[in-house]
């Protein structure tokens, strides 16, 4: 059973939108953020956004005023929404859960979804 279900990547023409969506098995307790990572080819995973369970959100500077991400903590389930793309967003796009509690830390990543942007 995934525990990161991803969808909503696809091939979108540069200046278009997607939006991305990412929800957490419920079997994940104690998320303390999530967020999106990608990885285009030869390159290593970069961040792109996350946020914390109290509404903090961090993005990176390639993408900030074109992308926002929002959290629904009662579902544990997250969106990027994704607006003026361009190529350079091409990428899959990595769905991440930062689980936190006294004693316990890990990491849950999704399988990936690709985004392609066509100029």
């Known amino acids: 059973q995934a525990l990161l279900v991803e969808s909503g990547g696809g091939l979108v023409q540069a200046g278009g939108s997607l939006r991305l969506y990412c929800t957490a098995s419920?079997?994940?307790?104690?998320?303390?953020?999530m967020g999106w990572y990608r990885q285009a080819p030869g390159n290593q995973r970069e961040l792109v956004a996350t946020?914390?369970?109290?509404?903090?959100?961090k993005y990176a500077d390639s993408v900030k005023g074109r992308f926002t991400i929002s959290r629904d903590s009662g579902e544990n389930a997250v969106d990027l929404q994704m607006n003026n793309l361009k190529s350079e967003d091409k990428a899959v796009y990595y769905c991440?859960?930062?689980?936190?509690?006294?004693?316990?830390?890990?990491?849950?990543w999704g399988q990936g979804t690709q985004v392609t942007v066509s100029s």
């Open positions: 991440h859960a930062w689980v936190s509690c006294v004693s316990y830390e890990h990491d849950y």
């Open positions: 419920s079997n994940i307790k104690y998320i303390k953020s």
């Open positions: 946020i914390t369970d109290g509404g903090s959100a």
